[in-house]
């Protein structure tokens, strides 16, 4: 299995922007498609953006495309979601997701990942 430790999170002006890096360890990375998910206060978990396990393929959410970039570095087993133009329903935890999956598919739904890691908060201030 895999772990997984968020970092990057923090305080933001709304258009700001703010760079989270997920690490891995465990496991081969290479095997697990990744993703992040952000949960707001009394919401529930909502996909944000997912990745392929080989990066070739990438989801973003309607509501963070062209603002939010997701992608990995698999020689150095970590996910990276790039956010810019912060706005303030942005705020939430973000938690970073991996699930042993080689395929080409990228899994979009919070469901579909098994492992987690324990979620960095990101606050926007309009």
């Known amino acids: 299995q895999v772990q997984l430790v968020e970092s990057g999170g923090g305080l933001v002006q709304a258009g700001g922007s703010l760079r989270l890096s997920c690490a891995a360890s465990?496991?081969?990375?290479?095997?697990?498609?990744m993703g992040w998910v952000r949960q707001a206060p009394g919401k529930e978990r909502d996909f944000v953006a997912g990745?392929?396990?080989?990066?070739?393929?990438?989801y973003h959410a309607d509501s963070v495309k062209g603002r939010f970039t997701i992608s990995r570095d698999n020689a150095k087993n970590t996910v990276t979601l790039q956010m810019i133009n912060l706005k303030a329903e942005d705020t939430a935890v973000y938690y970073c997701?991996?699930?042993?999956?080689?395929?080409?598919?990228?899994?979009?739904?919070?469901?579909?990942?098994?492992?987690w890691g324990q979620g960095t908060p990101v606050t926007v201030s309009s």
């Open positions: 997701a991996a699930v042993h999956y080689v395929g080409r598919l990228v899994r979009d739904r919070p469901a579909e990942y098994d492992y």
């Open positions: 465990g496991d081969t990375f290479s095997c697990y498609a």
């Open positions: 990745i392929s396990a080989t990066g070739h393929n990438t």
